[in-house]
């Protein structure tokens, strides 16, 4: 897939594919988005490289989760997940009251957090292959 074929009506997580922590976010999101705002690309396949590319970020800087909205705009890191909260809507809508903490201090949290993951919960071998019903929600 081309960055020109990306749907510009969906929001698109990128996701270290490798890590527990980050699949396990990934299988929450995709059961909470009701209305089906989201598809998902693993940061180290072929299309999270070109997203990467295309928006402008050093993936050598990047030991986060993105949220790009094709053509609008795009978020990481703390940021991201609040974004994130706000679109799946309902309860998590409230996960925005965590805006009221300034953006640095929130991703030092978050950054401590992304350091530690693999050690906390676990790193695979390989990027997680999504079942024949979810595979329509990720992108190639």
Not at 40 to 57: D, R, T
Not at 100 to 121: C, E, F, H, S
Request: charged letters at 25%; a positive charge.
């Amino acid at each position: 897939m081309e960055i020109s074929e990306l749907p510009i009506n969906k929001k698109i997580i990128l996701f270290d594919g490798v890590c527990n922590l980050c699949e396990s976010s990934v299988q929450f999101v995709i059961q909470y988005d009701k209305k089906d705002f989201f598809r998902f690309v693993a940061l180290q396949s072929e299309l999270g490289q070109k997203i990467i590319l295309h928006i402008g970020i050093q993936d050598k800087n990047i030991d986060s989760i993105i949220l790009y909205h094709p053509g609008v705009a795009y978020y990481y890191k703390s940021e991201a997940a609040l974004q994130i909260a706000k679109n799946l809507g309902g309860f998590f809508h409230f996960g925005t009251f965590f805006k009221i903490i300034p953006t640095g201090l929130r991703n030092v949290l978050y950054d401590y957090v992304a350091k530690n993951r693999y050690k906390w919960y676990g790193k695979k071998e390989r990027c997680m292959m999504p079942t024949k019903e979810l595979k329509a929600k990720f992108l190639e």
